[in-house]
Each structure stands twice: as structure tokens, then as C-alpha cells.
């Protein structure tokens, strides 16, 4: 995730040659399994490369976790998200939960384990590669040069208000989602995306829809007040159809675009289209500090589980080994290490050893050639 650092840890902490990586592996469902396999190749490289010790577990989530335990999200996977310095997830979701009530799907083990680990700032990055530029359905001139990071509150709004169901008892179905937000939510993940901002081109748009809902009118009110603590900042607003529009028509204006959770999800897929493949975007979910000085940290690709190609050797694992890089810098202030994981992804991506999502010139590289690929960059 080249130029979104987000300052990592204390200098103390980032100084140290050795440290001790703690890190929960939730491989999770379908392609899951296979790209988080290889990003955990590419960690234990850059840990044994640099020295530093590496313990790694494995936890359920998702609708493995569902066939094995009767819940998307178990108390023994909570436990150890907790406990762990970091967590690398891969994806959830199967299709034979497609039709099962909210509560029992596998997407509310993901829900879960956000809340869990109140992680409230998810870091999406969205940047176009030289080698991918005709992976694009967008014109190559559009996408040349496009750099940015949306960052999405995670731990709000609509996917968590209440009161919310289906409720059939009455004379027709009727159903309530509510979107909610509180000063002190918006405040926090504002903070974050100015201060990202700072590390960037000092440029912020800000999301909303407040010319229709309440939620919106309160969110540009506090990062109004927030951005007075950062003057050399340049704040804008947009509303979101808006801002859907112009990701499209003049993606490089962006460069650090915060808005809330519900936006933000559908926003930040938008983003694929711009680095040619759902399958290259990583991201971060990023919390409080531990003890530890240590970030909270989430870590998974974008994408989801893909049950179509799911066995079969041909998922993208770009995103999964873009999302240690991320970890490496976020939970760990490793941004050496990060760095190097970044220029190996770009190597193998000029070198066109690439999965068939990316259109490369000759045959595809399956997932472990491109893992492997990457780990012998580093």
C-alpha cells in the first residue's frame, strides 16, 4: 500500500530489530483459504528475512465456522482475535447461505469480529498499476496516475443500527434498518482520514448525503469542526451518487476520500474497476492501540469468497499479500518490511506472472506460482 502510511508505531517500537508477531490467520471460505495461504508464505518470508519471530494460529470464521460450530463467529475465534497483535482474514460467505435470515449467514461472523475488536477505520487503497492499465474497462488515460485511499467508518450506521428485522405480523411484511451515528464515531475515523491526508497530497473529500438524511447533516458538521485542527489540509464534500459519478469520469481528483460504513462498502468496490481487478485491492481495519503499542488491526483483501473458482488454483492473491504489506506497516510500524512486500507485488506484476483476472499476455499463473513469485521478489 505504497503512500498510505498512517504513522505506524512509536518510534521506540519501530526501531527494535526483532519483534514477536502475533497473528491470527482466518482463512475463512472459498478463495479464502487459497490467498491467505500465500500471503502467509510471503509473512514468514519477510519474518525470517528480517529475524523477527513469528507465531502464527488459525481460527473459523464464516460458514466454515457455521459447519463447525453452529455460529459464524465462535467464542473460541473471538478469544483469540483478542489476544492476537493482528488478524489476516480471508473471506466469508457460501452460497447455500444465501437465503438464511441476517443472524445465521456467514457475513455476520465479519460484523462480529469488527465489533469485537472495535476496529473503526477501514483503509481501502485504490491505486492503478502501469502493468494493469489495459486490465481497466476505463479508457487508459482515466486511470494513469489514479492514487487514492477511502476510508470507510466500520463500526456505525446502517449495518449496525437498531432497531432493525423483518417482521411478518402484521397485515403486510415490512422491514427496518436503522442508520445511526454519534459525534464521537464520526469524530474518530475523520481524525484518521486528515491525518492520513497529511502523509498524502493534503487533500480530503468527504462523503455524505445530507442533502436527504440527517446522519449526513451531522457527519459534515463534525468534520467541518474536526478539519479546523488541520489547516494545511484542503477539505471538500460531495454527495455520494456524485462521488460514484466521478470515481469513474475524473478518478485522479481523489486522493483520501472518507465517508461513512454503508458508502464506503459500495464505494470502495467502485475502486476495482480503477485497478483493473476486485482481486489486487487490500485493506486494513484499524482500532485503538494495544498494550503492546501495537495497532488493533484487521487485515483482508476486498474481494469475497468466490465459490466459483474456489479449489481451483486461479484466484488473485494480490489483495490478500497487499493486506500483510498493510499489516506489516499498520500493527507492526514495519515499513521497511512493507515496503519490500510492495515492490515484489510491482515486480511480479511487470513481469506479467499473473493470475487470469489480470489478462496476462501469455498463460496465467496459478495462485501459488504468483505467491511464490512474490516471496522469491523479497
Known amino acids: 500500500m505504497p503512500g498510505t502510511g498512517v504513522g505506524g508505531l512509536s518510534s521506540e517500537q519501530g526501531d527494535r530489530s526483532v519483534l514477536n508477531l502475533n497473528v491470527l490467520v ?3 471460505d472459498g478463495i ?3 490467498v491467505t495461504g500465500e500471503a502467509v508464505k510471503v509473512l514468514r518470508v519477510v519474518a525470517s528475512k528480517w529475524g523477527h519471530q513469528l507465531t502464527i494460529r488459525e481460527g473459523l470464521l464464516g460458514g466454515i465456522a457455521i459447519h463447525k460450530t453452529g455460529t459464524p463467529f465462535p467464542a473460541e475465534t473471538e478469544k483469540l482475535s483478542l489476544a492476537a497483535d493482528s488478524v489476516l482474514m480471508g473471506a466469508v460467505g457460501l452460497p447455500e447461505f444465501d437465503n438464511a435470515p441476517p443472524e445465521t449467514r456467514p457475513e455476520r461472523g465479519l460484523l462480529g469480529i469488527r465489533k469485537a475488536m472495535g476496529v473503526f477505520a477501514n483503509l481501502r487503497p485504490v491505486r492503478s498499476y502501469k502493468a494493469l492499465l489495459n486490465s481497466s474497462p476505463l479508457k487508459n488515460e482515466l486511470v494513469d496516475g489514479v492514487d487514492m485511499i477511502i476510508v470507510r467508518e466500520l463500526n456505525g450506521g446502517i449495518y449496525y443500527g437498531t432497531p432493525r428485522g423483518v417482521y411478518d405480523d402484521g397485515p ?3 422491514a427496518v434498518n436503522t442508520m445511526a451515528y454519534t459525534k464521537s464515531e464520526i469524530e474518530r475515523v475523520t481524525r484518521m482520514g486528515f491525518e492520513l491526508a497529511r502523509k498524502r497530497r493534503k487533500k480530503m473529500m468527504s ?4 442533502n436527504v438524511l440527517e446522519c449526513s447533516q451531522l457527519w459534515r458538521r463534525v468534520v467541518v469542526e474536526v478539519a479546523a485542527d488541520y489547516p494545511d489540509v484542503a477539505l471538500e464534500h460531495i454527495l455520494v451518487d456524485n462521488c460514484a459519478m466521478q470515481l469513474i469520469l475524473n478518478p485522479k481528483r481523489f486522493d483520501v476520500v472518507l465517508t461513512e460504513n454503508m458508502f464506503g462498502d459500495i464505494l470502495s468496490d467502485e475502486g476495482a474497476v480503477l485497478a483493473g481487478s476486485i482481486g489486487m485491492l487490500p485493506s486494513a481495519s484499524i482500532g485503538a492501540k494495544k498494550p503492546s ?3 488493533t488491526g484487521l487485515y483482508e483483501p476486498v474481494h469475497g ?8 488454483n486461479k484466484a488473485n492473491p494480490f489483495g490478500a499479500i497487499g493486506s500483510v504489506a498493510a499489516m506489516l506497516e499498520y500493527s507492526f510500524g514495519l515499513t521497511e518490511e512493507a515496503a519490500a512486500v510492495n515492490r515484489a507485488m510491482e515486480l511480479v506484476l511487470n513481469g506479467g506472472k499473473v493470475t487470469a483476472d489480470l489478462k496476462p499476455a501469455g498463460t496465467p499463473a496459478t495462485t501459488e506460482q504468483v505467491g511464490e513469485y512474490v516471496c522469491q521478489a523479497i
Open 32 to 34: 479464502g483459504t487459497e
Open 26 to 28: 482466518l482463512p475463512g
Open 293 to 295: 503499542g501495537a495497532w
Open 305 to 312: 469468497s468466490a465459490p466459483d473458482i474456489a479449489g481451483q
Open 207 to 210: 462523503v455524505d448525503k445530507s
Open 172 to 174: 403486510e411484511p415490512y
